[in-house]
C-alpha cells in the first residue's frame, strides 16, 4: 500500500464521520504550568565545558603565563615557524616531511584550481569528480598493494565514517587503549559492543577474542600504525596472525606511519615487508606527510565499493574532497616515491633527538623509529609550564595533558622534521635540562 492511497483512504473516512480530527493541542490537557528548566541546560556559558575552559583560562592569568594557542603563522609550517612575528624552532607541526610549502605541490594544487576550481561543487557520485580523485586512488592502491583506494574530505571524518559503516550493533570493536579520537567516534556511529586492551598488549587481545567473537557477527580490531602520543608501532604481523585466527578484520590508522616510518618511508607494510592485502581495512590522514587535507581507505574492491556508494560522510551525503587538496595530495605520494631520503631524515632526527635526551636522563618513553617523541613530565602542570618556557625560548611544543593522556603521564610531544637541524635539536634538549633544574614544584591545582 502506498502512502497516497492510504492518505486518501484516511481523508475518506473522516469525510465520513467515522474518525474524528484531532482536537487542536490548546484544548489538550497538557499542563499550562512550564515545567521549570534548570537554566545550566540553555545557557552555554553554565555548561561544565565551558566551565573548565574559564578554569584553564583562570589558571594561564594567576601564573601569568602567555598563552601560545590560536597564534597566527605566517608563511610554512615546517622545522621553523613565524608565530606572531616570532621565528621559533616548531615541534609542532605534522608536516614531517616539509612538502606542504614544497614548489612541485603548489604547483599541482593550483594548476587544480586553474582547470577545475577551488570547489567541485558536488557528492562525488554527482557531478563533483574529477580526474585527480581517480588518480589518487590508483596510487595510493598501487603503493599500498591493496585491489583499490576511496579518498575523502577529512582525515577525521573518514576514519569515524569508514569505521562506523563497517561495524553495526551485532558487531564487536576492539582497539587498543592508546587509539585516535577520530575511531572513538567510530565506534559510536557503529552502535557495535566495544572492547579496548592496554596498549599493545597482544595476549589481551586475543583473550577478548576467546571470549567474545563467537558472540558478534563482524568483529574489527583497531590499531595505529604509529601511535600519536607514544610514538611507538605495535606488531602489525602478530595482529594479522590473531586476527586470521579468530576470523575477525584489522583496520591500522597511518596517519603518523605512511611517508614516514620503513626503510623507504611508505607505512605499515614498508616497514614490516608485507602486503597490504593483508590488512583488511588501510586508513591514512593527508593531513600529516601529505601535507594537505583529507583521508583514505585503502583495500579490497568489495570494501571500497560499499565505502564510495554507501557509507555516509565518506563520499555520500558530503562534498568531494576539493581539487587542489587532492592534486596536493598526489604530488606529495609521488615525491615520497622518489625520494624515500625525507623519511630517512625524519628516522635520524628523531633517532639522534632520542639519543641525545637519554643522555642526558629524559624519558622519551616508547618511541622508536617514527617522528613523534614524547618527553614524560608525568606532571601537567609541569608540562604546561614547561611548554610556556621553551616558546620563551622560540621553541615551539605542546603539552599534551589530561584527559588526552592519563595525570601521571603528562608529556611533552615533539612531532620532528625532515628539515630538524642537530643544533636545534641540542638547543631544544639543553633548554628541557635547564628548565628542569629551575622548575617550580607541582601545586597541584591540575
Ligand atoms: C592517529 C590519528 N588518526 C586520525 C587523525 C585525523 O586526521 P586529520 O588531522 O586529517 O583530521 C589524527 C589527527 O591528528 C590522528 O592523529
Known amino acids: 500500500m502506498n502512502y497516497q492511497s ?38 552555554f556559558a553554565l555548561f561544565p565545558e565551558y566551565k573548565e575552559f574559564t578554569t584553564m583560562e583562570w589558571f594561564y592569568e594567576k601564573q601569568n603565563y602567555t598563552k601560545n594557542q590560536f597564534l597566527k603563522h605566517a608563511g610554512a609550517s615546517d622545522a621553523t615557524v613565524e608565530l606572531d612575528g616570532r621565528r621559533v624552532i616548531n615541534f609542532s607541526s605534522y608536516n614531517y616531511l616539509a612538502l606542504a610549502n614544497d614548489p612541485r605541490v603548489k604547483a599541482a594544487a593550483k594548476r587544480a584550481i586553474d582547470d577545475c576550481g577551488t570547489s567541485t561543487g558536488s557528492g562525488r557520485s554527482i557531478t563533483g569528480e574529477v580526474s585527480v580523485h581517480q588518480e589518487f586512488e590508483r596510487e595510493i592502491a598501487d603503493l599500498l598493494g591493496t585491489e583499490d583506494a576511496v579518498v575523502s574530505v577529512g582525515g577525521y571524518s573518514t576514519n569515524a565514517f569508514a569505521i562506523g559503516y563497517v561495524c553495526r550493533p551485532q558487531d564487536m570493536i576492539i582497539y587498543d587503549e592508546l587509539i585516535h579520537n577520530s575511531a572513538l567516534s567510530g565506534c559510536k556511529i557503529a552502535g557495535s559492543r566495544r572492547f579496548s586492551f592496554p596498549h599493545n598488549d597482544y595476549e589481551a587481545l586475543e583473550k577478548l577474542l576467546v571470549e567474545h567473537r563467537h558472540k558478534y557477527e563482524r568483529v574489527l580490531i583497531l590499531v595505529e600504525g604509529v601511535y600519536s602520543m607514544d610514538g611507538d608501532i605495535p606488531d602489525v604481523p602478530r595482529i594479522i596472525e590473531i586476527k586470521n585466527r579468530h576470523n575477525a578484520l584489522l583496520m591500522v590508522d597511518e596517519a603518523h606511519s605512511m611517508g614516514i616510518i620503513g626503510p623507504n618511508g611508505l607505512g605499515v607494510t614498508d616497514y614490516f615487508n608485507i602486503s597490504g592485502k593483508e ?19 585503502a583495500g579490497s574492491k568489495p570494501l571500497i565499493a560499499m565505502l564510495k556508494n554507501y557509507a555516509p560522510g565518506v563520499l555520500l551525503y558530503g562534498a568531494a574532497p576539493t581539487p587542489a587538496n587532492t592534486a596536493a595530495g598526489l604530488e606529495t605520494l609521488r615525491i615520497m616515491r622518489a625520494e624515500p631520503e625525507r623519511a630517512r631524515q625524519v628516522q635520524a632526527n628523531a633517532a639522534y633527538f632520542i639519543a641525545k635526551a637519554k643522555s642526558v636522563g629524559l624519558n622519551t618513553y616508547n618511541s622508536k623509529d617514527s617522528g613523534v617523541v614524547p618527553i614524560m613530565l608525568r606532571d601537567s602542570e609541569l608540562a604546561l609550564w614547561m611548554s610556556i618556557q621553551l616558546f620563551d625560548r622560540r621553541i615551539c611544543t605542546f603539552p599534551m595533558l589530561y584527559p588526552i593522556v592519563p595525570r601521571d603521564k603528562s608529556r611533552l610531544r615533539f612531532f620532528i622534521n625532515t628539515n630538524h637541524t642537530k643544533e636545534q635539536i641540542d638547543y631544544t634538549i639543553d633548554c628541557l635540562v635547564e628548565n628542569l633544574r629551575v622548575a617550580p614544584r607541582s601545586k597541584g591545582v591540575m
Open 6 to 43: 492510504s492518505f486518501d483512504r484516511l481523508k475518506q473516512k473522516m469525510n465520513a464521520g467515522s474518525i474524528e480530527p484531532a482536537a487542536p493541542t490548546e484544548n489538550r490537557s497538557v499542563p499550562n504550568v512550564p515545567v521549570p528548566v534548570q537554566p545550566a541546560f540553555y545557557d
Open 279 to 297: 590488512i583488511d581495512i588501510l586508513y591514512g590522514s593527508m593531513s600529516k606527510a601529505f601535507g594537505t587535507c583529507g583521508g583514505y581507505v
